[in-house]
C-alpha cells in the first residue's frame, strides 16, 4: 500500500506549466485532487525554496506541509525545520572564484537564502522578469536587483545562504563545469544538475534523499509505502529508499534506468499508484 508521493517540482509537478510555475497543467490539478481523495499524502522534495512548495500545497488545499527545499538543505515539516544545511560565505567565495577563474561563460550565478531571498552576481544583465511574476503573485521570495554576491561576500548585505546555482547557456559546457566543480569540491559540497544547464551547490549533508529517510524515521514509512518522482540527477538520492519510483520521460537516463515506471507527468504518477493500492486492497 502506497502512503505517500514525494514530487520533484521543476521538470516534473511543474512540466508544461503556464505562464508562472504555479499554473500546473490542468491534467497534474486534477490528480492533485484525486491524490486527496484517494487518502494518499502528496509531499514535496524541490531544490527551490520551501515557499514555493509551501505555495502549492497551500493552493491545492494539503493539510500536511511536509516538504523538502534546497536539495534537501532545509526540511520543514508543519511550520518546523528539524533540518537545516547552510553554506558558509568562504564556501560561497571559494564557488565564485573558481568559476571566475577558469571560466569566461555566459551565465549566471546566484544564492538563494533560508529566508527567501535571492542574490545574483549580475543582476542588471539579466532577465529578472519570470521570478518578478512569481514573486508578485505570491511573495514567494525576495529579488535583489541593486545588491550582489560581491555584495554578500563583502558584508553590504546579510543573507543565510542555503544553495548556489551556476547557470549556462549552452548544455555541453555546464557539464564540463558540473565535472571540474565536482573534482574541486565534492569533498566540501554536494553538487548536482537540476536541468542540462543549471548546476546546483548545497552542504555537503544535504541530499534529497535525507528527507525520504526523515519521512521513514519520523513516521515510520516503509519503502514500499513512499512513490517518488523526477526527473533530474538531483531526484535520484530518493530513489535508494523508495520501492516505486517513478521517473518522467523525458528525464535523464540515469534516472530512467534506475526506475520501476516511466511516466509522462505527475498525473499518470498518481493514477497508477491508486490503481496499485486498488489492487492491493482487492
Known amino acids: ?30 490528480a492533485l485532487k484525486r491524490v486527496q481523495e484517494a487518502g494518499i499524502d502528496f509531499f514535496i522534495a524541490s531544490g527551490r525554496m520551501i515557499s514555493y512548495s509551501n505555495y502549492i500545497l497551500k493552493k491545492y488545499g494539503f493539510e500536511k506541509h511536509i516538504l523538502a527545499g534546497f536539495n534537501g538543505a532545509i526540511i520543514y515539516d508543519k511550520g518546523e525545520t528539524p533540518i537545516t544545511y547552510p553554506l558558509t560565505k568562504e564556501i560561497v567565495q571559494g564557488i565564485v572564484s573558481f568559476v ?41 521570495c ?16 546579510e543573507v543565510i545562504p542555503m544553495k548556489m546555482t551556476v547557470v549556462l547557456k549552452d548544455s555541453t559546457k555546464a557539464s564540463t563545469l558540473f565535472e571540474q566543480l565536482k573534482q574541486s569540491f565534492e569533498n566540501i559540497l554536494y553538487i548536482t544538475m537540476s536541468t542540462p544547464t543549471c548546476i546546483e551547490l548545497v552542504n555537503p549533508l544535504a541530499n534529497k534523499g535525507i528527507f525520504i529517510q526523515y519521512l521513514m524515521n519520523t513516521y515510520q514509512y516503509k519503502p514500499y509505502e513512499i512513490a517518488v518522482i523526477g526527473d533530474s540527477l538531483n531526484d535520484i538520492d530518493m530513489f535508494y529508499y523508495s520501492e516505486n519510483c517513478f521517473a518522467m520521460e523525458d528525464g535523464v537516463e540515469e534516472l530512467k534506468n534506475r526506475a520501476q515506471y516511466i511516466v509522462k507527468d505527475v498525473a499518470q504518477c498518481i493514477d497508477i499508484c491508486i490503481k496499485l493500492n486498488q489492487a492491493t486492497e482487492g
Do not use: C
Not at 569566461?104 to 543582476?123: A, W
Not at 525576495?142 to 548585505?157: A, S
Open 142 to 157: 525576495t529579488v535583489y536587483k541593486d545588491k550582489t554576491i560581491e555584495d554578500y561576500l563583502e558584508g553590504n548585505v
Open 1 to 30: 500500500m502506497i502512503k505517500v508521493i514525494v514530487s520533484d517540482m521543476d521538470g516534473t509537478l511543474f512540466a508544461g506549466h503556464g505562464e508562472t510555475v504555479f499554473d500546473l497543467t490542468k491534467r497534474n490539478e486534477e
Open 100 to 140: 571566475n577563474t577558469h571560466w569566461d561563460y555566459d551565465g549566471m550565478m546566484q544564492v538563494q537564502s533560508l529566508h527567501n531571498e535571492r542574490i545574483f552576481n549580475n543582476p542588471g544583465g539579466l532577465d529578472l522578469s519570470a521570478y518578478d511574476k512569481e514573486s508578485k503573485l505570491s511573495d514567494i
